[in-house]
């Protein structure tokens, strides 16, 4: 459809999937690339933070799949040179993330304020490993009549990831990293989470002067050393990648071993995420997760999903569960996702399953949906705390149905 002039084509895509990052969008379009070699499919992807006028030209070559960050998108559609008329298929990746409050009013934008397909034509779908129960109520707005899909076992996290937690004050932390980097061995890769950007910088420097070949990932880096990094993080070059949570959420590297929570995240969405960037397409691994003080209000969370997924439990981690939960009592708790980590649909538990979420074991036996990318592990582990091997992870898989009886 022409727009006036020669090459100022407006392009109408059938399907269009949206991810919160761009390293994410570009790992979609990579995949799509794959899908739709030698067909007549031709995907394109637009990001922040690379060239534009390179991204526009690739465009009016044609598009018939666009993977896209909302920001992005929404500048494109206002230059007119995309429009979503006959935009039929509509993906959120990491769909929770998508309807957080920080992207809903952009997602409202592309959806309801623009020339999209109504709910009723359009086939909307939406991933996640994680659904809380207010999220899938604000989905409701983008859906109709849906469906609510469960892969793996109710709660349960994946079987292949081991789950060490370890008490360690925030003075020792460098300290304790080093000796679990030197334990694991210089070929496998190592995923290490803070939750600050100033916190990745700092501790890449500390690395880097330690003798670490390591690089790191976070919001205020160009978006050509972002791409860099994970570039050089994939390919073994630097085995060692600091991240934020720009890097918690789908990305798919092949090989990572071992994912350190350095700063354990607020809420148990994004720890159940970060660990989940090992143990994948059935490869053993291991999550080590540094708890202190700060740490309090995960505290619940974290028993539930180490009990659930069957891990070792330290004794102190549930003597403090017991001591938060009757601190807590009174005032009721006042994290917002408050209902464990959504792995099952809300309209079950609504209708009489256990509303607990993820605390909530009974509500599984009343036929309330769920089960995510989820984690666990068997009783392989560290040896003597970590030896060379210590990746364990045994599959010993106890006699129990998808349902959990």
């Known amino acids: 459809q022409e727009n006036g002039k020669y090459g100022r084509r407006k392009q109408f895509p059938i399907s269009l999937v949206l991810a919160p990052t761009r390293e994410l969008a570009l790992q979609i379009y990579d995949e799509a690339r794959k899908f739709s070699y030698r067909s007549k499919v031709r995907p394109c992807v637009v990001y922040g933070g690379a060239d534009i006028g390179q991204q526009i030209r690739d465009l009016e070559r044609g598009c018939h799949l666009l993977v896209a960050t909302p920001g992005r998108l929404v500048d494109m559609m206002e230059r007119g040179k995309i429009g979503l008329d006959y935009c039929n298929y509509l993906v959120l990746d990491e769909a929770d993330r998508m309807l957080d409050m920080g992207f809903e009013p952009q997602i409202r934008r592309i959806v309801e304020q623009d020339t999209m397909p109504h709910k009723g034509i359009r086939h909307p779908m939406m991933f996640s490993a994680t659904f809380p129960k207010e999220i899938q109520i604000l989905a409701r707005d983008f859906l109709e009549d849906y469906i609510f899909l469960a892969v793996g076992r109710v709660g349960s996290t994946s079987e292949n990831i081991t789950q060490k937690v370890v008490w360690v004050e925030e003075s020792d932390k460098r300290s304790f990293l080093l000796d679990l980097l030197s334990a694991t061995g210089k070929d496998s890769l190592t995923l290490v989470f803070v939750e600050t950007k100033k916190g990745a910088d700092a501790l890449e420097d500390f690395l880097y002067r330690e003798g670490y070949a390591c690089t790191s990932i976070h919001g205020d880096r160009s978006q050509r050393d972002r791409e860099e990094a994970l570039s050089q993080f994939r390919s073994g070059k630097c085995p060692i990648l600091v991240a934020t949570a720009v890097a918690a959420r789908g990305l798919d590297i092949s090989n990572v071993k071992h994912v350190i929570n350095f700063d354990l995240p607020s809420d148990i969405e994004e720890y159940v995420h970060r660990i989940g960037r090992t143990g994948r397409v059935g490869n053993l691994g291991l999550a080590t997760s540094f708890f202190n003080d700060k740490n309090g209000n995960i505290t619940k969370d974290l028993l539930d999903i180490l009990g659930e997924a069957k891990q070792e439990i330290p004794s102190w981690l549930e003597s403090l569960a017991y ?41 599984r036996n009343q036929g309330g949906h769920g089960g995510a990318r989820g984690f666990g592990g068997g009783e392989g582990g560290f040896g003597n705390f970590y030896t060379s091997d210590g990746y364990g992870g045994n599959y010993s898989h106890s006699q129990v149905d998808w349902w959990g009886n």
């Open 323 to 363: 001591e938060h939960q009757h601190k807590s009592s009174n005032r009721g708790r006042s994290k917002r996702f408050a209902g464990g980590f959504g792995a099952r649909d809300y309209r079950q538990t609504a209708a009489g399953g256990n509303a607990g979420g993820f605390g909530g074991r009974g509500g």
